[in-house]
């Protein structure tokens, strides 16, 4: 391997390989966790944007289709811990929006409210089949990329 393989994208035109891989890896964990943050951090890692976009949708995709494979015991205890109480007699925002617009709307607020593993997660509490979940928790966050590269694009600062 030669120093060249490390080098920021700064110090030369052409990006090296390795460095595309882990800028790739960083913005698709990033959007497992944070999608608001994903798309602006894989641009500052020197992605084109529209690279750095799909790596934050996939990456927030998977955090949906991991909460899919979770056993439902681990379902139970996931839900205990983010304290979501699908039958609360005073419920939050987004069990509210579900029960007036259903699984698209919860698809389409996931991004910028509880993230993919919460949404599943309530979601299938909420008695919906799994694979609209995760169909609508994917399909539901392109929206959110594509506003979030947008604003990137335009040199908008989405966190402080």
């Known amino acids: 391997m030669t120093s060249r393989m490390w080098q920021s994208p700064t110090s030369s035109p052409?990006?090296?390989?390795?460095?595309?891989?882990?800028?790739?890896?960083?913005t698709f964990g990033t959007g497992f966790l944070y999608l608001l943050g994903a798309v602006p951090a894989g641009k500052a890692l020197g992605l084109p944007l529209w690279l750095a976009a799909l790596c934050a949708w996939l990456g927030y995709s998977s955090g949906g289709f991991v909460a899919f494979l979770l056993s439902a015991?681990?379902?139970?205890?996931?839900?205990?811990?983010?304290?979501?109480?699908?039958?609360?007699?005073?419920?939050?925002?987004?069990?509210?929006?579900?029960?007036?617009?259903?699984?698209?709307?919860?698809?389409?607020l996931a991004p910028v409210t509880i993230g993919p593993q919460a949404g599943a997660l309530l979601a299938m509490a909420l008695g919906a089949r799994k694979w609209p979940v995760i169909a609508a928790i994917s399909l539901g966050a392109i929206p959110a990329v594509v506003i979030f590269a947008s604003l990137v694009a335009l040199g908008v600062k989405l966190a402080k």
């Open 73 to 108: 015991e681990r379902q139970t205890w996931l839900m205990g811990k983010l304290k979501i109480d699908p039958h609360a007699e005073h419920p939050i925002f987004i069990i509210r929006v579900w029960r007036r617009f259903g699984l698209p709307a919860l698809g389409l």
């Open 14 to 26: 052409n990006m090296p390989s390795m460095y595309w891989v882990f800028a790739c890896a960083s």
